[in-house]
C-alpha cells in the first residue's frame, strides 16, 4: 500500500468501475470458446490434420503452461512499479495476444503436415502465455476489489457474465456471420474462407476489452496491496509457493475445477460434432442453441449470488453442479434407449433448446460459486502464511484447468480416433454405428468425471463464517502492524510473524 491510501480510504466501489474490470473477461472467454468449439474440427476437416496431431500440439502446450503458469502468478505477486502488482502485465498482454489468435486462423496454405504441426504449435504456446499474461492478474483483483463474502460473488458473477455474453456471442457471430451456412449446403464451419474475418473481428475485441478494462481499473491501483519491499531467493519463493498451496480449502477446489476443466474440456470438443452429426442440426439451428445457452448462463450467474445467500456457496454449488450434469446428459440417453424425437423434426429441436436453456443456467451458476470459493482462498492462505498470494493461488487454480481442459480436448480427439470418425464427413451420411458408439463412450466419460467434481466439493472447509473470521484476524494484524510501525519507526512488513513476505492489510511499503 501507498503512504497516502489505504485499502480503508478507498470509497465503495462504483458500478461503473465493477463493469469495466469484468469486461476485461470477454477477452479469455473468446480465446477459450473459440478453441473449444472450432479448433479441433478446423484443423482436423478444414487444414486436414488427424486429430491425434492436434492433441499431440495440445499437451505440449499443457506441458508449457505447467512452466510458466505458477512463474507468472508468482512475480505479479511482488512486482514493483507505478501501475501496481498487476496492470503493467494486462497492458503488456494486448497485442501480442491479438496477434496470435489471429495467426492461429489462418495457417499458410499448401504446407507439409509437419510444418502445420510446428505452426500450430508455436501459434498455441504464444497464444496460452499471452493470455496468462492477461487472464491471471485480471482474475487476481477480484479478491481485493470485493472483500466481502457476498460482494465478491457478485463481482465475480458480474465477471463471468461479461464472459458468457463475449464468449458465446462470438460463436453466435460466428455461426450466423462469418461462418455462414448457404442454402445450397456450402460455407459454413467446413469452409475455410470465413475464418478469416472471424479472427480478425475476435483478435479485435480481444484487443479492445483487455485496454478498456486495464484502464478502467486504473483508478484503484492506490488502494491496492503493493508488493513489498525486499529480496527473495528461487529457493525461497519455490517454499512461499509450497507453503500456499499447502491448504486444505485449495486443495479441494483446485481438484474440483480440475475434474470439472477435463469434463467441459472433452464436452465442448465433442460439441460440434454431436451438433452437427449426432443430431443433424443445421448451423442455423446450432446458432439459435448457442444464443439461448447465452440467456441461459446469464440467468444462472445473475442466480448464483441469491443461491450462495441462501445454501452457502459449497452447498449452492454441489446442488447447480448435479443439477447441471442431470440436464444436460439426458436427451443424449434418451436418444440412446430410442425415446427422443427423430433427427429434422421440430419437438427435437424444442427438446434440445429447453435442454440447452436449463443445463447453461446451472453450469453458469457453478461456474460463479466456484471461482468465488477459490477467491475466498486467498484471505484464508494469508492469516496462515502472512503472505497476500492472489496471482499464485489464481494462476495454481488456472493452471489446474487449463491443463486439464486440454486433457479433456486429448480425450475427445481420442473418441474420435477409436470410433474411427471420417475425415470430411458429411451431415446424415455418417455410419450409425459410428455414431451411437460415440454416444455411448461419451456418457459414462462425462458422467465420472463430473460425479468425482461434485464428490470433492463436499471436503470444501470455508464458510461464510469462517471468512468473516479470517478479515477478523487480518483486520487485527494490520493493526498491531501499524502499531508497531508507529513505535519502532520501521516498515510494519517488518512486524514479527509477517516474515517480510509481505505486509499486512493497511500497512504502509
Same mark, same amino acid.
Given at each position: ?8 480510504? +478507498? &470509497? ?26 472450432? #479448433? ?6 478444414? %487444414? ?6 492436434? *492433441? ?7 506441458? @508449457? =503452461? ?34 496470435? @489468435? ?22 498455441? #504456446? ?14 487476481? #483483483? ?28 462470438? *460463436? ?16 459454413? %464451419?467446413?469452409?475455410?474462407? !470465413? ?7 475476435? /483478435? ?43 491448504? +486444505? ?41 448457442? *444464443? ?14 441469491? $443461491? ?8 449452492? /454449488?454441489?446442488?447447480?453442479? *448435479? ?9 443424449? $440417453? ?6 427422443? &424425437?427423430?433427427?429434422?423434426? &421440430? ?16 453450469? !453458469? ?17 494469508? %492469516? ?33 480416433? @477409436? ?49 468473516? =473470521?479470517?478479515?477478523? +484476524?487480518?483486520?487485527?494484524? /494490520? ?6 510501525? $508507529? ?8 512486524? &514479527?510473524? %509477517? ?11
Amino acid at each position: 500500500m501507498t503512504a497516502t491510501a489505504t485499502a480503508a480510504d +478507498r &470509497p465503495p466501489l462504483a458500478f461503473s468501475t465493477k463493469l469495466l474490470y469484468a469486461v476485461g473477461s470477454t477477452a479469455s472467454a473468446i480465446k477459450l470458446r473459440s478453441l473449444g468449439t472450432f #479448433l479441433m474440427i478446423f484443423y482436423n476437416q478444414v %487444414v486436414g490434420l488427424a486429430p491425434q496431431t492436434v *492433441t499431440l500440439v495440445l499437451m505440449i502446450a499443457l506441458i @508449457f =503452461d505447467a512452466l510458466i503458469d505458477p512463474l507468472v502468478g508468482q512475480i505479479s505477486d511482488n512486482f514493483k512499479s507505478k501501475l501496481g502488482r498487476r496492470h503493467p502485465f494486462m497492458y503488456a498482454a494486448a497485442i501480442p495476444f491479438s496477434l496470435a @489468435f489471429f495467426m492461429l486462423w489462418n495457417p499458410p496454405q499448401g504446407w507439409s503436415e509437419q510444418a502445420l504441426f510446428f505452426y500450430l504449435l508455436v501459434c498455441l #504456446l504464444t497464444l496460452r502465455f499471452c493470455d496468462t499474461f492477461f487472464e491471471l492478474p485480471h482474475s487476481a #483483483l477480484a479478491p481485493e476489489l470485493a472483500k466481502s463474502y457476498d460482494d465478491r460473488t457478485k463481482l465475480i458473477s458480474l465477471r463471468m457474465l461479461f464472459g458468457v455474453v463475449g464468449g458465446l456471442g462470438m *460463436t453466435i457471430l460466428a455461426y450466423k456471420v462469418f461462418l455462414k451456412e448457404n442454402p445450397d449446403g456450402s460455407g459454413g %464451419v467446413l469452409a475455410r474462407d !470465413g475464418y478469416f474475418l472471424y479472427s480478425l473481428t475476435a /483478435a479485435a475485441l480481444i484487443f479492445a476489452t483487455i485496454l478498456i478494462s486495464t484502464r478502467g481499473t486504473q483508478s484503484q491501483i492506490p488502494y491496492l496491496r503493493a508488493a513489498p519491499t525486499r529480496q527473495i531467493t528461487f529457493k525461497a519463493m519455490v517454499t512461499e509457493v509450497r507453503q500456499t498451496l499447502n491448504n +486444505r480449502a485449495f486443495v479441494v477446489a483446485a481438484l474440483t475445477g480440475m475434474f470439472v476443466a477435463v469434463a467441459t474440456g472433452a464436452r465442448n470438443g465433442l460439441e460440434i460434432y454431436f451438433g452437427l452429426y449426432f443430431w443433424e442440426l443445421t448451423q442455423s439451428q446450432l446458432a439459435a442453441l448457442v *444464443t439461448i445457452s447465452v440467456a441461459g448462463g446469464a440467468i444462472g450467474m445473475i442466480a448464483s449470488p441469491h $443461491v450462495a445467500r441462501r445454501m452457502g456457496k459449497k452447498y449452492g /454449488a454441489i446442488f447447480m453442479y *448435479t443439477s447441471a450434469l442431470t440436464v444436460g446428459v439426458a436427451p443424449v $440417453v434418451l436418444r440412446l434407449m430410442g425415446w427422443m &424425437p427423430a433427427n429434422g423434426t &421440430p419437438e427435437l429441436f424444442a427438446i434440445l433448446l429447453v435442454e440447452t436453456m436449463i443445463n447453461t443456467a446451472f453450469a !453458469g451458476g457453478t461456474a460463479v460459486l466456484l471461482v468465488s470459493m477459490v477467491a475466498d482462498v486467498v484471505e484464508d492462505a494469508e %492469516v496462515k502464511t502472512g503472505r497476500r498470494s492472489e496471482g499464485l493461488l489464481m494462476s495454481a487454480d488456472n493452471l489446474v484447468k487449463k491443463m486439464v481442459s486440454g486433457v479433456g480436448v486429448f480425450i475427445s480427439g481420442t473418441i474420435l480416433a @477409436f470410433i474411427g470418425f471420417p475425415e470430411d464427413a458429411k451431415r446424415g451420411q455418417v455410419d450409425p454405428e459410428i455414431i451411437q458408439n460415440m454416444g455411448l463412450i461419451y456418457l459414462p466419460t462425462i458422467g465420472v468425471l463430473f460425479a468425482l467434481g461434485i464428490a470433492c466439493l463436499f471436503a470444501f472447509n470455508i464458510d461464510k463464517d469462517k471468512h468473516e =473470521d479470517n478479515l477478523r +484476524r487480518l483486520g487485527e494484524l /494490520a493493526e498491531a502492524g501499524e502499531a508497531a510501525g $508507529v513505535l519502532d519507526g520501521e516498515d510494519a512488513s517488518s512486524t &514479527p510473524g %509477517v516474515t517480510g513476505a509481505s505486509a499486512p492489510l493497511g500497512s504502509k511499503a
